[in-house]
């Protein structure tokens, strides 16, 4: 690991989501309230929350950064977040396509203090150390207003917005954010995945 890499923002603790983080994955992951959006994403099984940690772990290893399991720190703290507690994970991960994906999962009673926006724009600055040539994307239903606020303000802009397809969201469309235009590959890539 560089030392380019954050291991904490002003509120926060960031540490390379790992299987000791599975338990408190799959709480926030299993949380009906986290998936409003999505809700046939929702954990029902320890194991999905497994190879969501698999996964990232790859990113750690394939690209020497990837998402983090994120804890309030010590100046973060108040009665309802005390210091440590596991508030969800979030960041980049490399993916196949050769771009990072920014993604973020927080639990509920964390929402509304600007922790996404701080998370975020770690990913993304350590991102743009870590490659700076390999734009930072993500991928959001139309219809989750405060993700998309959070991607524009850690610097991505809307790229690109089309259908869903077979995911039963016929009310929201998806929409692709990156923090720079995107070849016309890149984008092909990202929008055969939706
Ligand atoms: C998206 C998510 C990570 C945001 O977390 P958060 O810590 O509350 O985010 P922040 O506080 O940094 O910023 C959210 C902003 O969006 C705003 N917002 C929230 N809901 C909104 C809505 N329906 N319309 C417009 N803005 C909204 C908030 O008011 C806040 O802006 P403010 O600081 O001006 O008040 C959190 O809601 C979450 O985990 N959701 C479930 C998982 C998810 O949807 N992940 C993204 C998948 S693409």
């Known amino acids: 690991m ?16 790992s299987t000791d983080d599975i338990d408190d994955v799959f709480v926030v992951y299993g949380d009906p309230a986290t998936w409003e959006h999505l809700p046939s ?6 194991e999905q929350s497994e190879a969501l ?33 596991f508030i969800g994970a ?12 920014l993604g973020y999962r927080l639990t509920p009673r964390s929402w509304g203090r600007g922790l996404a926006t701080e998370l975020a724009e ?11 040539l390999v ?8 219809n989750n207003r405060a993700s998309s606020v959070v991607a524009q ?3 991505l802009a809307r790229r690109w917005e089309g259908p869903t ?21 890149q984008l092909e890539w990202l929008i055969a995945r939706n």
Do not use: C, K
Not at 41 to 46: P, V
Not at 58 to 78: F, K, N, T, Y
Not at 93 to 100: F, I, L, R
């Open 153 to 155: 303000r850690a610097g």
């Open 165 to 185: 397809t077979g995911i039963g969201t016929e009310l929201a469309r998806w929409e692709i954010y990156a923090d720079r235009v995107l070849t016309e590959s």
């Open 53 to 85: 940690a698999r996964r990232h772990r790859q990113s750690w290893e394939r690209a020497g950064l990837g998402p983090w399991a994120v804890r309030i720190s010590g100046a973060g703290a108040d009665e309802d977040l005390p210091t440590g507690t």
């Open 122 to 132: 770690a990913a993304v600055t350590a991102a743009g150390a870590a490659l700076p």
């Open 2 to 17: 560089t030392s380019t890499i954050p291991s904490s923002t002003a509120r926060l603790v960031l540490s390379p989501l």
């Open 135 to 142: 734009p930072v994307t993500a991928r959001i239903l139309s």
């Open 90 to 101: 979030g960041g980049v991960s490399m993916t196949e396509g050769g771009v990072w994906n």
């Open 41 to 46: 994403g929702r954990h029902t099984a320890r």
